[in-house]
């Protein structure tokens, strides 16, 4: 009889994340969104797709994104937002800078018709609901027919005109009609590319590029404000500090990072293991048993990191070869795809200019453009899900502290 595992040591977290016997678990629930994903995959199929696709996920590609890309696409959100309301909420305004970012990766040709896009973020929220149903407390059933009817919405009004379009464009280039150098640089004309070699179906392209867009705007989105939040607490408890983060980005990175290991995306990781086991921390597992990693606890644990793991202090130390946003982006081969371009680099590991990630980058452009906490509209848990998120954060911009930190 299959039985459940738990695990909340740091050790033994880490080492069920890179246990090659354990395949992921969490999306089992929602796999008739999540079927053939790559983070959903096991073994020799996952080595694959993620060889493949890691062509896209460069270093030089994240830092031009970081310092030329993402910024732009913010304030220009944030400008949208800020039309007609003093109070934003900051949440959907970071949700659809991503998107952006996000969708272009995918293969998604977003133009410029403000309707359209918001359509495709509605569609990216109700995917993004149904892949982690197992999260959610209403009706799962209900959840999962809604996100397979939002991606058979997303297939017929973007998906498919962005397919043929790459379609096109590869045959040119093997017709010799072409250069490959023309062939966008997205995830869709990669598979597209790649799907006779690789033996891909069409619903594995469709289901991989749906995945993309939501998973790379809410993860972002929700660990930004988070991040956001400890700011704004630690300047009510010393004001001065905003300044001093928009001045220093590698103290606003350490406070990144901080969040990030007190806030992992998912409260639980979940494995199946594919065959009988053991952890090189001793604890044992049969075929078929669930290994349920408590990813708060692994990343609080005082064994590594102090006996006030559980408080927030960007100031803390962390031992040699522990990452300071803790097991939060996974670990080993199934570690996230995006972790640098959302989080940098830790201090001594860019080889030329330094990756400080998304989050501190529009961490730093909202504090610059003058950010503060609502006192009109305080944030509101999201009381939809397990997972500790936020539904609405609001901040109010007060021009004048923008003109004083940007006086020219």
Known sequence: MAETLRLGSWAAAREALRHRDLRQGLYDEGRALMDGVVVNLHGGPHTERRRLENRLFRRDTFAYWEAELIPVLLRETLATHRADHPDVDIVPVVRHAMLRLAACVAGLDIGADTADFLRLAGLMTRLASASTVVHATGDKTTIVADGLAALDEFKSAFLAPAWARRETLIQDVRAGKRQESDLPRDVLTLLLAARADHDLSSGDIEREVAYFPWVGSHSTSIALVHALHHCFEADARGPGLI????????????????????????????????????????ERFAAGDTVVVDMFAANTDKAVFGDDADRFDPTRTIPVGVTPWGLTFGSGFHACLGQELAGGLPPGQSDGDRLFGAITVMISTLLTAGAQRSTRHPPVRDERTTRPVWRSYH???????????NPS
């Open 243 to 282: 300044d001093a983060l928009v001045a220093t980005p590698e103290l606003l990175q350490r406070f990144v990072h901080e969040s990030l290991r007190l806030h992992p995306a998912s409260p639980e990781a979940v494995r199946r293991a594919v065959s009988d086991g053991q952890l090189p921390t001793g």
């Open 395 to 405: 901040v109010v911009f007060e021009d004048h502290v923008a003109r004083e930190r």
